[in-house]
């Protein structure tokens, strides 16, 4: 796992992502937020088609055409096939959609690993292995499927890190997604996120970063030879308030697994209503480096979790079953904020 530093995209002046008639009148209030409605403007698709019966022949290509600063709700229509390409969304261009036509028939994907070498002689290091990165706010895909097609590492290798998907955004939205990798599979860097069935595959940690965000209705699905873990979460104080609260989800796979990891001194990870196959490795959770004392500043818990694996995890006296109380921040898209920027009909 790199340190790369990244900013934040907590504090915005963009109030709302949707343009339903309700939001934009609540938003055009500006008394109480004192920042006006500056969401989207108008509505544009372009198609990206790899047989050449698009606009564009390639997923970059159809980005580079977003003017910076861009205003409008673009749509980038992306047909079915296997665009090997890596790809990035940089920070000026906003409210982009990748929609692609279906997670099993469009498909991003490249193969950097962490111990490849960058243009410029260094190593790239996990955060830059990703396939697509998107570093804008007001992304979001649906039907699409991102893949780091590098080879699993075996326990113990270094440098084998490979990243399908970086979010770094804020107000990121995800629906019928598949995200495929084994070490580090899915970045969730920073800023808020919703992912509603999604299909995430890895190994190791293949959920990872600082990000906020909810997972409802995925399939988590390890492909862990000798060992794996879900989560890695990186909260670093007790201020900030990044987590991972997985809701309704469905753990399935290979094991033994560990659910989560104490990648940062604060980590923050809840796992509501969920399915846990028979994976879990003893205990359940791990504190990354068994030195120091996450085990007494992390905040990690289940709440009425099932299956044949959810008694391992409930393995440790610092991962709890919550009560109703504790667990009801986890359970809804307030978690993200999800009110002001997720429309009703897709959470
Ligand atoms: C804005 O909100 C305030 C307080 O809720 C209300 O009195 C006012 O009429 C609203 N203005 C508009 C333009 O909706
Ligand atoms: C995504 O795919 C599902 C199943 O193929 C389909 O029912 C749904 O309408 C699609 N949604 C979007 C936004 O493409
Ligand atoms: C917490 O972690 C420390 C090492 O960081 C370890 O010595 C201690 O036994 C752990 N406590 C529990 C309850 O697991």
Redesign the pocket.
């Known amino acids: 796992m790199g340190s790369l530093l990244v900013p934040f995209f907590f504090f915005t002046f963009f109030s709302l992502h949707s343009i339903s008639p309700l939001q934009v009148?609540a938003s055009?209030?500006s008394?109480?937020h004192h920042h006006k409605w500056v969401g989207p403007t108008g509505r544009r698709v372009i198609t990206v088609d790899s047989r050449g019966c698009g606009d564009f022949l390639s997923v970059q290509a159809a980005v580079e055409s977003v003017p910076e600063n861009n205003k409008e709700k673009v749509i980038i229509q992306i047909k079915a096939g296997i665009y090997i390409e890596k790809v990035v969304v940089p920070a000026t261009k906003l409210f982009i959609t990748f929609q692609g036509e279906g997670r099993e028939v469009t498909v991003i994907e490249w193969h950097d690993r962490a111990a490849d070498r960058g243009p410029n002689g260094q190593q790239l290091r996990t955060y830059k292995t990703a396939s697509v990165t998107v570093f804008a706010n007001y992304f979001s895909a649906k039907n699409i499927s991102f893949k780091n097609t590098a080879p699993a590492p075996m326990p113990g290798m270094e440098g084998w890190q490979a990243a399908a998907f970086r979010i770094s955004g804020d107000k990121s939205y995800f629906s019928g997604c598949g995200f495929y990798g084994a070490q580090d599979t899915l970045c969730d860097d920073a800023g808020r996120h919703y992912f509603k069935e999604c299909y995430i595959e890895g190994s190791i940690d293949f959920i990872f970063g600082n990000g906020r965000s909810m997972y409802k209705d995925c399939e988590l699905h390890s492909i862990a030879t000798r060992f794996g873990s879900i989560a890695a979460q990186d909260r670093k104080s007790a201020e900030e308030r990044t987590g991972f609260a997985f809701l309704n989800c469905k753990v399935t796979g290979s094991g033994p697994l560990y659910v989560g990891r104490a990648m940062g001194q604060y980590s923050r990870i809840v796992f509501s209503y969920t399915y846990f196959a028979d994976v879990v490795a003893p205990g359940g959770w791990d504190d990354w480096d068994h030195t120091s004392n996450k085990n007494k500043t992390v905040f990690f818990g289940v709440y009425k979790c099932w299956g044949p694996g959810a008694e391992a995890v409930r393995g440790v006296s610092w991962a709890r079953e919550l009560d109703y109380n504790t667990a009801h921040p986890f359970l809804a898209k307030s978690f993200v904020n999800g009110r002001h920027w997720i429309p009703p009909g897709d959470a």
């Open positions: 009148s055009a209030n008394t109480r």
